[in-house]
């Protein structure tokens, strides 16, 4: 099976904006920022912002590893990313575990994240 790195569309300038996992990073985030909104006032400065600032960091990592002029800087950067995507895992199953989610936002928040992983990875795996 063939791995789809970019996505073929000239309007876009940066490099990094073709790549699908950076487009995928970036619709998580926003899904993840909508799911936190919900949270209670009192997880304002704990999970609400460390989720969200794990979900935004996926795609800054990528974009910010594109740039690299080499793929061993480009690997640490999507390690990173990888590292990023962890830890929403991770608030995810927290937020889940205190019923700030319901079982279908978990569900769809989980596989959007075990797809992009999975993405992630090729996409590491195609740099060596």
Same mark, same amino acid.
């Given at each position: 099976? &063939?791995?789809?790195? @970019? &996505?073929? !569309?000239? $309007?876009?300038?940066? &490099?990094? %904006?073709?790549?699908?996992?950076?487009?995928?990073?970036? !619709?998580?985030? %926003?899904? +993840?920022?909508?799911?936190?909104?919900?949270?209670?006032?009192? %997880?304002?400065?704990?999970?609400?912002?460390? $989720?969200?600032?794990?979900? !935004?960091?996926?795609?800054?990592? #990528?974009? %910010?590893?594109? #740039?690299?002029?080499?793929?061993?800087?480009?690997?640490? *950067? #999507?390690?990173?990313?990888?590292?990023?995507?962890?830890? +929403?895992?991770?608030? #995810?199953? &927290?937020?889940? =575990? =205190?019923?700030?989610? !319901?079982?279908?936002? *978990?569900?769809?928040? @989980?596989?959007?994240?075990?797809?992009?992983?999975?993405?992630?990875?090729?996409?590491?795996?195609?740099?060596?």
């Amino acid at each position: 099976m &063939k791995f789809q790195l @970019y &996505k073929t !569309d000239n $309007s876009m300038s940066f &490099k990094f %904006e073709k790549l699908i996992i950076w487009q995928k990073a970036m !619709d998580l985030a %926003e899904k +993840v920022h909508a799911a936190t909104k919900a949270f209670p006032k009192e %997880e304002l400065y704990n999970l609400t912002s460390q $989720s969200r600032r794990a979900a !935004d960091s996926i795609a800054l990592n #990528i974009s %910010e590893g594109s #740039i690299s002029q080499s793929n061993p800087e480009q690997n640490k *950067f #999507i390690g990173y990313a990888l590292r990023s995507l962890a830890e +929403v895992v991770t608030c #995810i199953h &927290k937020a889940k =575990r =205190r019923n700030y989610i !319901d079982e279908s936002t *978990f569900t769809e928040l @989980y596989q959007d994240s075990f797809n992009l992983m999975n993405m992630i990875v090729a996409f590491k795996n195609n740099l060596k």
